[in-house]
């Protein structure tokens, strides 16, 4: 499988931003959809946004209009870009990626999460 690489968590106040990103270690790969879910403690993981290869994106309601994802191809990296943050937001942040990768002898299918990155919104 492949492994991933998040940052950008930490600790906010309400109404401030933070920024996540996510790639995978390695050089060559085929993405499908890329995405961000959110979990907190006694809860299942739930979606937050995706992009798709076309650049089409999906976002769950609570998060419409201050959430945005967004990918940078050249750096084989997907971002949230978190605004206007709220204390419900609150969780630890997974990305999740599907595609291919170049094995060295041909192309192999992944589906990863990323390791969680912990977001506190707090005054």
């Keep these: 499988q ?6 950008g968590g930490g600790l906010v106040q ?10 995978p270690v390695g050089r060559s790969f085929m993405f499908g959809v890329r995405g961000w879910y959110r979990q907190t403690p006694g809860n299942q993981r739930e979606l937050v946004a ?6 089409s994106t999906n976002y769950a309601d ?7 994802i967004s990918r ?10 978190m605004d206007t943050l709220k204390p419900e937001d609150t969780g630890a942040y ?3 990626l ?3 990768f170049w094995s060295g002898s041909g192309w192999l299918q992944f589906d990863s999460w990323g390791q969680g990155t912990q977001v506190t919104v707090s005054s």
């Design 14 to 23: 309400p109404g401030g931003s933070l920024r996540l990103s996510c790639a």
């Design 98 to 100: 599907k595609g291919r």
């Design 50 to 55: 995706t992009i798709s290869n076309d650049g």
């Design 2 to 7: 492949v492994q991933l690489v998040e940052s």
């Design 94 to 96: 997974y990305c999740n």
């Design 72 to 81: 940078d191809n050249a750096r084989n990296t997907v971002y949230l870009q």
């Design 62 to 68: 609570p998060v419409k209009g201050r959430f945005t």
